[in-house]
């Protein structure tokens, strides 16, 4: 299928966007970003739960046969679970380092709200119908929570663990 001009005007602009908000934020003090995590999470949450009202499919209209995880704001299309990737990772490891700050990494309670931090985010995208992206966050923990230092035997715990309904071979 070939471009239009107006869809390749499009796409410039969005690069050039993304560029300007890449080297604003590559300027920013990341611990300072980090202490916004509140506010990061909040935008996060709320777009890709608004994709849920007045989501798009890929091909820019409703349809039950496409996954809603898009969005369009003032003529732009773009999929809220990308802009929660980055989030993610700022929130992720401004958690993790407060919890590696105060040496509880490997305590159970600390582990458990870090996988909460880890699956509402992927339960949201799951919901939207998107398992790659999920599968991506799960991944970005995995390896932040490994970077990290944390204990080997709640790795293999958390990769032994098998549902009951689970019929994996």
Not at 34 to 46: D, F, P, R, S
Not at 71 to 96: A, C, D, R, W
């Amino acid at each position: 299928a070939r471009t239009t001009t107006r869809e390749r005007s499009s796409s410039i602009i969005a690069c050039a966007i993304g560029y300007f908000v890449a080297i604003i934020i590559s300027l920013m003090d990341y611990e300072k970003l980090g202490e916004l995590w509140y506010m990061i999470a909040a935008i996060c949450v709320g777009l890709v739960s608004l994709t849920f009202i007045i989501g798009q499919g890929a091909s820019g209209e409703y349809s039950l046969a496409d996954d809603q995880a898009w969005l369009n704001i003032f003529g732009v299309s773009f999929q809220p679970s990308e802009l929660m990737k980055i989030g993610f990772m700022v929130t992720f490891s401004y958690h993790l380092s407060m919890v590696v700050r105060n040496k509880q990494l490997n305590s159970l309670p600390h582990l458990v709200m870090l996988l909460a931090h880890i699956g509402f985010p992927a339960a949201l995208i799951v919901a939207q119908g998107d398992h790659g992206t999920a599968l991506m966050f799960m991944s970005m923990a995995a390896i932040m929570l490994i970077g990290s230092g944390v204990s080997w035997k709640f790795i293999t715990a958390c990769t032994s663990w098998k549902s009951p309904g689970c019929t994996c071979r």
